[in-house]
């Protein structure tokens, strides 16, 4: 199965940094259809969890630009660019190109 | 819009069988697959299976041998039974939709206790 694992476990910023997390997968990512099927979400407290980057860098319908993904192959990255507080959650990586499996979450939490 | 919304019992026996529905409204199940999720409380989510828009299914090879999905098109329904629960099948359950998982339903809890 493929694992992904995720970096940091938790992310403190304030108001305004910009941040990054980072997914590593255990193999390739980039399916034989050309797509690479690497995707974003972020489940704020209490809530379900909600589509932010699809297939590593389309920002979904109604997601803020601050949010941007990047990476190929096993290293991804997802960017905030300026972190508000509504952005304050746990944020996956997922992947399906291989069945479906999460990596283990970054918490986002104000310093 | 696009609304899925799970339901079934919160509580289970341990070693009896779960039943979840998941009621799609928005979007047609011959368009789109839809995935069941499960979350143990304060861990990350887990992948269980799926239901394909022409009807095939795919299974978490970890869940397969107790695992079943199935669908009512008719009803907007995609159903999940998985039998001989434990108590760390214990969790919030959701049902989202397509390959990329842009649409998650509210979940449902579901505990395994006697």
């Known amino acids: 199965d493929v694992v992904l694992t995720q970096t940091p476990p938790t992310l403190s910023a304030t108001i305004g940094q910009s941040v990054s997390i980072s997914c590593r997968s255990s193999?390739?990512?980039?399916?034989?259809?050309?797509?690479?099927?690497l995707h974003w979400l972020l489940q704020r407290p209490g809530q379900s969890p909600q589509l932010l980057i699809y297939l590593v860098s389309r920002l979904e319908s109604g997601v803020p630009n601050r949010f941007s993904g990047s990476g190929s192959g096993t290293d991804f990255t997802l960017k905030i660019s300026g972190v508000e507080a509504e952005d304050l959650g746990v944020y996956y990586c997922v992947q399906g190109t291989h069945a479906y499996t999460f990596g283990a979450g970054t918490k986002l939490e104000l310093k | 819009q696009v609304q899925l919304k799970e339901s079934g019992p919160g509580l289970v026996q341990p070693s009896e069988t779960l039943s979840l529905t998941c009621t799609v409204s928005?979007?047609?199940?011959?368009?789109?697959?839809v995935s069941w999720v499960r979350q143990p409380s304060g861990k990350g989510p887990e992948w269980m299976g799926r239901?394909?828009?022409?009807?095939?299914?795919a299974y978490n090879s970890a869940l397969k041998s107790r695992l079943s999905i199935s669908r009512d098109t008719s009803k907007n329904q995609v159903f999940l039974k998985m039998n001989s629960l434990q108590t760390d099948d214990t969790g919030t359950y959701y049902c989202?939709?397509?390959?990329?998982?842009?649409?998650w339903g509210q979940g449902v809890m579901v505990t395994v206790s006697s």
């Open positions: 989202t939709r397509g390959w990329e998982l842009d649409y």
């Open positions: 239901m394909w828009y022409d009807g095939d299914t």
């Open positions: 193999q390739s990512l980039l399916h034989s259809n050309g797509n690479t099927y």
């Open positions: 928005g979007f047609s199940l011959t368009s789109y697959s």
